[in-house]
Each structure stands twice: as structure tokens, then as C-alpha cells.
């Protein structure tokens, strides 16, 4: 099996929504955060070496509709590329500006990656070092991190977040580049600092289909 890379999305053309400004050259369409297309059999490569996405971002970034425009004739594999693309996150802008989102068309260029270039990590979000460090301590004791995972979606008091996303290690930021590169498989790091958070990184042992955010209490901005 191969993966497929987005390796840069470039905005085409601005259409501004019916209720939102004449969108200008200067829309913050910025993609901060994407995920690895689906995969498919090598021998059975069907992929063009770019493809022409209308979508509509809303205001918190998020994706909320998109659609291939030069589809692929495998149409399994193009609803599953859209659903990646829906996982996509944006930078926030003005919901006074642009309050029913920003529809725009982008030429997304893709190619093959290799499997063993890619990673996936399940991470703990704290909003608190002194949470972060009581968990790390449990979890060298025996506290199993999928349980602890779990646990999360029955208490909302507690401040954190699970996040686990695949994608190539050269795409993590330096530091944490060299902490995920060095895990063994299924290891965990000790809490790094990530601009106001402080994250627990496991290394997975098998990839994931889409990044996914659990529970969605808060969602921190370096992700």
C-alpha cells in the first residue's frame, strides 16, 4: 500500500458566500493543519498530479463543505479524499467579515509517499504542567494510556485533550521532531512544551485514517 502527500495547496480563486463581503486577494485562508489522502494499491495509481478542490471554510476554520472538481474515475476513493479534506483546519478569521465562511477554488498537488516516512502519533493535550506531570508519573507506574484516553470522554472537569494524527515526521516542529523520531513503538514522551500546552506524544504502532481530536473541549492553537 502507498500514501498519498498533499505537498501544497494553493488558492486559485476567492467566490465570496451570498451573506459575506466580496472576498479579496488578502482572505486569510491560510491551511494550518492537513491530513494524508486515503491509500491505494500502486499497481492501481489513479491519481492526477493535482486536483482542483472548491470548498468553504467557516469562520473557526473548519471545513464545512468541499468538492472535487476533476475527480478521479475510482469514486470510493474520491468520498474518501473529501472526507480527509473536511478534516482540514484553517486559521481562524473574522466571523464580522466573512460570517457564512469563505467559498474559494485551490489546486492541491499531490504524490506518492512512502509509508515508512510517515508517522502516527496519539497525543495528551494539558492545559496545566502540573496535570501533565502527574499523568507522566502514573503512566511509567502502570496506568494503561488508552484507559486514561477513555476516561477523558466521562469527566469533562479535567482540562485536556486526546489527539491522534498520521502524518510525515519532517512536518512536526523541530522539537518535537526529534522527541517522536527517538519513541520506540507504543513509548511515550515525557510532557513537552508546546506554546502554552504541554503534551504526553506516544508513538502508534498502526496508522490512522483521519487525525481525530477527543474530546473536543478545547482545541489548541499549535496543533
Known amino acids: 500500500m502507498c ?111 512512502d509509508e515508512s516516512e510517515v508517522v502516527t502519533t496519539g497525543e495528551l493535550w494539558f492545559a496545566s504542567s502540573t496535570m501533565a506531570d502527574s499523568i507522566y508519573v502514573q503512566l511509567r507506574a502502570g496506568l494503561d494510556f488508552f484507559d486514561f484516553v477513555a476516561s477523558l470522554q466521562l469527566d469533562e472537569s479535567m482540562d485536556v485533550a486526546f489527539y491522534q494524527r498520521t502524518m510525515e515526521l519532517k512536518n512536526y516542529s523541530d522539537q518535537v521532531k526529534k522527541i517522536v523520531d527517538m519513541l520506540r513503538t507504543e513509548d511515550f514522551s515525557k510532557p ?20 481525530q481530536l477527543l474530546p473536543n473541549r478545547f482545541y489548541p492553537n499549535h496543533l
Not at 55 to 61: A, F, Q
Not at 192 to 211: A, C, D, L, Q, T
Open 3 to 113: 500514501r498519498v502527500l498533499i505537498l501544497s495547496l494553493l488558492p486559485v480563486c476567492f467566490l465570496a458566500c451570498s451573506t459575506s463581503r466580496e472576498a479579496k486577494s488578502d482572505v486569510p485562508v491560510q491551511l494550518i493543519e492537513k491530513t494524508l489522502f486515503p491509500d491505494f494499491e500502486e499497481d492501481t495509481y489513479p491519481m492526477r498530479k493535482s486536483l482542483e478542490v472548491m470548498m468553504r471554510v467557516k469562520p473557526n476554520g473548519s471545513v464545512d463543505e468541499a468538492r472535487i472538481l476533476n475527480p478521479i474515475k475510482n469514486a470510493e476513493w474520491n468520498v474518501a479524499a473529501i472526507d480527509s479534506i473536511k478534516k482540514w483546519r484553517f486559521i481562524f478569521f473574522s466571523p464580522e467579515d466573512y460570517p457564512d465562511g469563505i467559498v474559494f477554488k485551490s489546486s492541491i498537488r499531490v504524490e506518492l509517499l
Open 192 to 211: 513537552v512544551r508546546v506554546g502554552s500546552y504541554f503534551v504526553i506524544y506516544r508513538k502508534m504502532n498502526e496508522p490512522v485514517v483521519h487525525n
